[in-house]
């Protein structure tokens, strides 16, 4: 049963701290989507990958928040310094997608890092 | 930037009862996603409706692509308190490297009382 998977699902932390989350993108998925998730925004992308190069990342506030894939197993998310603004549920999602046979959109999505920065 | 428009924010109901959630934008979408969210989980998804005026259906769920290709709906037939949930719409843009992007509803809380 292949699964997206997100460390930690919980993470309490002061402000200025630097904060990691890490994602297991499904095996053979291309696509890679790092999500926010408040009551106020609903569901915000903050950035994605295919192949593991980042395509967009307009999402993410630059000074703070960076976004990597060092292999295709691995996604990151980091910020830092964090703040209390930050504070929300951070999903990971991966899909396949190719542009040969037109798009497969559908995405899966890891069940999240609540996130809160005190 | 293509915005998805959701209605309404929250629904309760009692079971046995029926209920259509909207999904509205001003621009084309190739295709459009619905997906169901539980507390604690990520989204999962329901359905893809590509082609304008499809109908596709799931047990008592419903989904309906706009003809235009700039809106959908979804339709619960005799609604269940396991149908409680946050309901998201989803719009994919087709071309250039947005493919695969999706962009998302603000969502629709159900909560069906037993």
């Known amino acids: 049963d292949a699964r997206v998977t997100q460390t930690p699902r919980d993470k309490v932390t002061e402000m200025g701290q630097e904060v990691t989350m890490r994602c297991q993108p499904i095996?053979?998925?291309?696509?890679v989507f790092w999500y926010r998730q408040t009551m106020m925004q609903g569901l915000e992308l903050l950035a994605y990958?295919?192949?593991?190069?980042?395509?967009?990342d307009s999402g993410m506030p630059k000074d703070r928040f960076s976004a990597e894939m060092p292999d295709a197993t691995l996604a990151t998310l980091k910020i830092q310094p964090s703040e209390p603004r930050d504070s929300a549920v951070y999903f990971c999602a991966s899909g396949l997608t190719y542009t040969d046979r037109g798009q497969s959109n559908e995405q899966f999505f890891g069940p999240g890092t609540r996130l809160t920065v005190l | 930037t293509q915005l998805l428009e959701q209605s309404p924010q929250f629904l309760s109901i009692q079971e046995g009862e029926n209920l259509t959630v909207y999904c509205n934008s001003s621009?084309?979408?190739?295709?459009l996603q619905w997906y169901r969210q539980e507390p604690g989980e990520g989204p999962v998804l329901l359905v893809t409706?590509?082609?304008?005026?499809e109908v596709k259906k799931l047990k008592r769920l419903t989904f309906q692509f706009g003809d235009a290709r700039k809106d959908s709906s979804l339709h619960i037939t005799a609604a269940q308190p396991g149908d409680t949930g946050l309901y998201l719409c989803a719009g994919a843009v087709a071309g250039g490297t947005s493919y695969g992007k999706l962009t998302f509803g603000q969502g629709t809380i159900l909560t069906v009382h037993p």
């Open positions: 409706v590509v082609t304008g005026g």
């Open positions: 990958f295919r192949n593991r190069a980042p395509l967009d």
């Open positions: 095996l053979g998925h291309n696509t």
């Open positions: 621009s084309v979408f190739s295709s």
